[in-house]
């Protein structure tokens, strides 16, 4: 570690004139690629087996995952336990209707497996819920079982959401991929099924369902009008997504930046930790781009027109927003939507013909990919080693905050380290879920287990913080230049600062 998808038999029917039929609100035109695309292999269930298990690998390849905020739903999690058992005064259980279905998942795993194996299962059905309701919609959008499509789908499910630890999101927008696969067709029953599954996938978060229900809207719009109209509303939607905009800015609270323009063509995924994910991210778009030219025209429906209102969204809309009745921004609205891109921008190309060059690119990037994914999540884990190490020696059910950081990684990789060690040790003290009203395990008043104000929560994190009195004793963990952990009990009235270090 360094200190960082006839006519059979019988007479052709007699030609009488008459007029043509009108097509139903739900039809489809097949893409032309497709059309002209080989004959798909037939792949029975131990295709879909094998692909499943290859899919599980990364969750199960290092001692723990390392995902983010994982670490801090598990943490609490035990909270939520301690409160049941009437052991946490000054928190409680809220009852809320949306950002919940991962940690009642996490919960329920919890109590009966206990946390190493909770997190493993948990994130294992988020993985497969994800992974395979795109590939469900990339092949109901493209009319053909899209295998060619699944490498990509498998990078991004292991992307930058994946281990910033956003579940929530994660886990909704899988189910509103299943969602869109069964009301693409605009059919009753799918849409039946369809709503069903985005009324559960508004429990876990609601972002993804507001986009699918604005998609499947478009949808019924594009066909309703037809391709003479195309161009028209695609001009229309830009422009509500800038009235939109417009809106958010003025009722509340809300942040844009510039740099959300590099996340439009969805690539910013495979971007995890550092600049060497950049290599994956260029590769990814190089083929992507070789593929979309051999579609030509066929690519030119209403998928590509919601792959670019999507980009558009991403890169118009605020990033962040105050919500009324939080204590914290909604933040990383673009970086997560990017990843809904990928998956419609997979749809586009799933009915481009396919040559043996693009498997071999594909297999190339995606072991590359994984590769540093596996490397770095090892360093990641020698590091929690030292952290569980060090809340090893401190005294039983004090307060600990972890003063470390390398802030040149894209992803917060170590902030919530502490947060799993200390489950059923220590009191993570920094721990911003409680605070920010956002989740289920809220602050009510001070106590001995965490801050009650996310600013001070923030302000440990990054090291601004003063100690107060009654934050005493507060157990500190710092990494000096050697890498070496120690363990101080900084006074009241001093900055409890942070040391930066080269993990990665």
């Known amino acids: 570690m ?17 007029r043509k039929k009108k097509k139903p609100v739900g039809h489809a035109e097949p893409p032309a690629a497709a059309a002209a695309a080989p004959p798909e292999p037939v792949r029975g269930p131990l295709w879909y087996a094998v692909a499943t298990v290859m899919l599980l690998v990364p969750c199960f390849w290092q001692p723990r995952l390392q995902a983010g905020d994982l ?36 919960s329920a795993l919890y109590r009966a497996i206990g946390a190493g194996m909770a997190q493993r299962i948990a994130v294992s059905f988020a ?8 590939f469900a919609f990339v092949s109901t959008v493209g009319q053909r079982r899209a295998w060619n499509m699944l490498p990509w789908i498998a990078l991004a499910a ?5 281990h910033m630890g956003f579940f929530g999101f994660y886990l909704s927008l899988g189910l509103c991929f299943w969602a869109l696969a069964f009301a693409w067709r605009l059919e009753p029953r799918g849409i039946w099924i369809a709503a069903a599954l985005l009324a559960l996938a508004y429990v876990a978060h609601a972002l993804p369902v507001l986009w699918a229900a604005g998609i499947l809207g478009y949808l019924w719009l594009a066909r309703r009008l037809g391709p003479a109209y195309g161009s028209k509303l695609l001009l229309g939607g830009i422009a509500a ?7 958010l800015s003025g009722a509340m609270p809300a942040r844009w930046y510039p740099s959300q323009i590099s996340l439009a063509a969805g690539v910013d995924q495979m971007f995890v930790f550092d600049s060497k994910y950049l290599v994956v991210s260029a590769a990814t778009l190089l083929v992507w781009g070789l593929l979309f030219k051999r579609l030509g025209a066929a690519a030119r429906g209403p ?16 990033t962040a927003v105050a919500i009324p009745g939080y204590k914290h921004s909604l933040v990383y609205i673009t970086e997560r939507m990017s990843l809904a891109l990928v998956v419609c921008v997979c749809g586009v190309l799933a009915s481009a013909p396919s040559r043996p060059v693009d498997r071999y690119i594909t297999a190339g990037v995606a072991v590359l990919f994984f590769g540093m994914l596996f490397r770095d999540e090892l360093l990641l884990n020698r590091f929690e080693d030292q952290v569980e190490a060090a809340v090893a020696q401190i005294p039983p059910m004090q307060r600990v905050i972890l003063s470390v950081e390398q802030s040149d990684l894209r992803v917060n990789a170590l902030a919530h380290m502490i947060d799993r060690a200390c489950i059923g ?10 605070s920010t009203a956002q989740f289920r395990v809220r602050v009510n008043a001070p106590n001995p287990i965490v801050t009650p104000e996310y600013a001070d929560s923030w302000g440990m994190q990054i090291g601004t913080y003063v100690v107060k009195e009654s934050d005493l004793p507060l157990y500190q963990l710092v990494v000096d230049v050697g890498g070496q952990m ?3 009990t900084p006074p009241a009235g001093q900055q409890c600062g942070i040391t930066a270090i080269r993990v990665l």
């Open 158 to 162: 292991y992307g930058w959401v994946f």
């Open 2 to 18: 360094e200190v960082t998808l006839k006519n059979v038999g019988g007479r052709p029917p007699k030609k009488t004139p008459s």
């Open 425 to 434: 040790r220590c009191y993570s003290y920094a721990n911003y879920e409680p």
């Open 303 to 318: 998928l590509f027109q919601i792959c670019v209102l999507t980009a558009a969204g991403i890169v118009l809309l605020p």
């Open 241 to 247: 997504i800038v009235v939109l905009h417009l809106a």
């Open 71 to 106: 670490a801090s739903h598990i943490y609490n999690s035990w909270l939520a336990e301690l409160i049941a058992q009437g052991k946490a005064p000054g928190l409680s259980i809220a009852s809320q209707t949306t950002n919940v279905l991962f940690d009642l998942i996490l």
């Open 486 to 488: 120690h363990i101080l």
């Open 127 to 134: 993985v497969l819920v994800f992974a395979w309701g795109a």
